[in-house]
């Protein structure tokens, strides 16, 4: 599975478009990459997931780059509710791999 | 359609106990993982359960085990429970060829003192 890094925390006010960027050097061919959000003492939710140019739902946009060795997550206008720890994750939907590696995640904090 | 739940929310055991934490999975889905989450890391795997047999295996010891049963839902069993076990459990549920889509319950909060 291939290793992401993110930045440990970023700092907001609501209403900005947040951009968190995901690195994966090392992502394979057949790897699609999802972001997950967790609250304090809740499991992580999906967000979203994309394997190249641009994804958008009610939530988020996704944003890959044509060689997919990083990728931005994209919040628009942040609420105070969005405050968050935000995990990209990267690994093979259909294939043998079981589990989800998560990092340390970014710790996304708005502010009023 | 119905989400994870999981039981108990919160759990109290001391060093040497057994504890059984229950996972329901989400209707419809038949993969079943389990992950450890401590304090201000992300959850760690411990192990991933299809069609009853575990499929797929973190780094933790054998006192680590579990079972997914007929309807899909699944127990994590910890037996002589150390100190470093507290933490929050989490159940998620996916279906098999879509394992990194995962469903999380909200976690059992376990304490060991």
């Known amino acids: 599975l291939a290793k992401t890094t993110q930045p440990i925390s970023m700092d907001s006010y609501e209403g900005q478009e947040v951009n968190i960027t995901c690195s994966h050097n090392?992502?394979?061919?057949?790897?699609?990459i999802t972001w997950y959000q967790q609250f304090p003492s809740q499991g992580p939710r999906f967000i979203i997931q994309?394997?190249?140019t641009k994804v958008t739902n009610e939530v988020a946009s996704l944003f890959i780059p044509a060689d997919r060795k990083s990728s931005t997550l994209s919040l628009p206008r942040v609420s105070l509710s969005d405050t968050a720890v935000y995990y990209c994750?990267?690994?093979?939907?259909?294939?043998?791999?079981?589990?989800?590696?998560f990092g340390t995640g970014t710790l996304l904090a708005v502010q009023p | 359609e119905t989400g994870v739940t999981q039981s108990p929310t919160h759990l109290i055991k001391t060093r040497g106990q057994q504890v059984t934490l229950r996972c329901s999975s989400q209707?419809?889905?038949?993969?079943v993982s389990w992950y450890q989450q401590a304090l201000g890391q992300g959850p760690q795997f411990i192990f991933q359960?299809?069609?009853?047999?575990?499929?797929g295996r973190g780094n933790f010891p054998p006192r680590f085990s579990g079972l997914q049963f007929p309807n899909y839902s699944s127990e994590l069993n910890v037996n002589a429970l150390e100190l470093d076990d507290s933490a929050l459990y989490l159940c998620?549920?996916?279906?098999?060829?879509?394992?990194?889509?995962?469903?999380f319950g909200p976690g059992t909060r376990l304490t060991v003192l």
């Open positions: 994750l990267v690994g093979d939907a259909g294939g043998a791999t079981n589990k989800l590696i």
């Open positions: 209707s419809g889905h038949n993969t």
């Open positions: 998620a549920s996916s279906l098999w060829n879509q394992k990194d889509t995962q469903y």
């Open positions: 359960y299809y069609r009853e047999e575990e499929n």
């Open positions: 994309g394997y190249k």
């Open positions: 090392n992502i394979a061919t057949n790897d699609y």
